[in-house]
């Protein structure tokens, strides 16, 4: 349901972070298309680098607003595995970037739904969450 004059792109991440397209395209019919097979074809993984995609994601494009981070576990992997000092990261790399972070968590434990709400809550997103 993304309009067309919108532009996305999208970061898988488990062990290592994944980029869909190296920069943000139209939200086509065909890239929507595309987007939806690129996501059919992962598998699932045990491991959650949280902090790189976080990172990775100021990388994408400087006209990038609004981030979406769909997650169903806690952090697990990476530079920074701990919550709050990913939090503290995030925000501190955001000061002068002003990304919009929603978060989306998926049958989550109570730490991470706490996690979550507050990267969201720090970053002017929303939070939710999905059973």
Same mark, same amino acid.
């Given at each position: 349901?993304?309009?067309?004059?919108?532009? /996305?792109?999208?970061?898988?991440? =488990?062990? *290592?972070?994944?980029?869909?397209?190296?920069?943000?395209?139209?939200?086509?019919? *065909?890239?929507?298309?595309?987007?939806?097979? /690129?996501?059919?074809? %992962?598998?699932?993984?045990?491991?959650?680098?949280?902090?790189? =995609?976080?990172?990775?994601?100021?990388?994408?494009?400087?006209?990038? *607003?609004?981030?979406?981070?769909?997650?169903?576990?806690?952090?697990?992997?990476?530079?920074? @595995? =701990?919550?709050?000092? @990913?939090?503290?990261?995030?925000? %501190?790399?955001?000061?002068?970037?002003?990304?919009?972070?929603?978060?989306?968590?998926?049958?989550?434990?109570?730490?991470? *739904?706490?996690?979550?709400?507050?990267?969201?809550?720090?970053?002017?997103?929303?939070?939710?969450?999905?059973?």
């Amino acid at each position: 349901q993304l309009p067309e004059e919108c532009e /996305f792109t999208i970061l898988f991440y =488990a062990d *290592e972070v994944r980029q869909w397209r190296r920069m943000l395209v139209d939200a086509s019919g *065909e890239n929507k298309r595309d987007a939806i097979e /690129f996501v059919q074809r %992962l598998g699932l993984g045990d491991r959650t680098n949280t902090h790189a =995609a976080l990172v990775q994601s100021f990388e994408v494009d400087d006209n990038l *607003e609004v981030v979406y981070l769909l997650t169903d576990g806690r952090p697990t992997t990476g530079k920074i @595995i =701990a919550p709050n000092k @990913i939090v503290a990261d995030v925000v %501190l790399r955001n000061r002068y970037r002003n990304l919009q972070f929603n978060t989306i968590g998926i049958a989550l434990e109570p730490s991470t *739904e706490q996690f979550l709400r507050s990267l969201a809550e720090l970053s002017g997103g929303e939070f939710r969450r999905v059973k």
